[in-house]
């Protein structure tokens, strides 16, 4: 069986990004980028909602080829591309998904059904970066396996809240990222 996980940087005060819906407000650090890598390699799909789909597609593919890139962004450019991508949306078309032709998408009303049948396969491990959204309802659902935050060292004081409602979990580890700027609390729900 496969696992679904998520991971997500947070700041300290818990928000997914900052005010008016700016990702560039939280802590990123280059043990950030290191961890992502190590999620992609050790997956077999890359799950996303529509919005953050929107931004990968249009960040991500070119970076490979930047030699001014540092190597690790290089290498999960590579990885984005290379990778079976599966975007719940239920606005996005097969002709928006170019560069990324591995691509399939499926209707929210239908994400439950496809990510179970998914998740009962042999393979690798099921990522989620960004998606907010949707990974919290999957949450809800009982289909995420882990979730793996990188909490940073900041206050951002307003933004969007990482999870609406309230659901117990699991503490499966707590450490500090090798560079000392991030921790990474992976759970479970309870």
Do not use: C
Request: hydrophobic share 45%; no cysteine.
């Amino acid at each position: 069986m496969r696992k679904l996980i998520v991971a997500n940087i947070i700041s300290a005060d818990g928000f997914y990004d900052g005010p008016g819906g700016d990702v560039m407000a939280l802590p990123f650090h280059e043990d950030f980028d290191h961890y992502n890598a190590g999620r992609l390699r050790a997956a077999g799909t890359l799950l996303l909602g529509r919005n953050s789909f929107d931004l990968f597609r249009r960040y991500w593919p070119a970076v490979a080829d930047d030699a001014s890139r540092p190597p690790v962004e290089r290498e999960i450019s590579r990885l984005n591309n290379a990778i079976d991508k599966l975007v719940v949306s239920d606005s996005l078309t097969s002709d928006q998904i170019a560069p990324w032709e591995n691509t399939a998408i499926v209707k929210r009303s239908d994400a439950v059904t496809t990510l179970t049948e998914l998740k009962a396969k042999q393979g690798k491990d099921i990522i989620v970066f960004g998606s907010r959204t949707m990974w919290n309802d999957l949450l809800l659902q009982g289909l995420v396996d882990e979730l793996h935050l990188m909490v940073g060292p900041s206050f951002l004081g307003d933004g969007t809240k990482i999870f609406n409602g309230r659901l117990p979990l699991r503490l499966l580890e707590s450490r500090a990222l090798p560079g000392g700027s991030l921790v990474l609390s992976r759970y479970a729900a309870a």
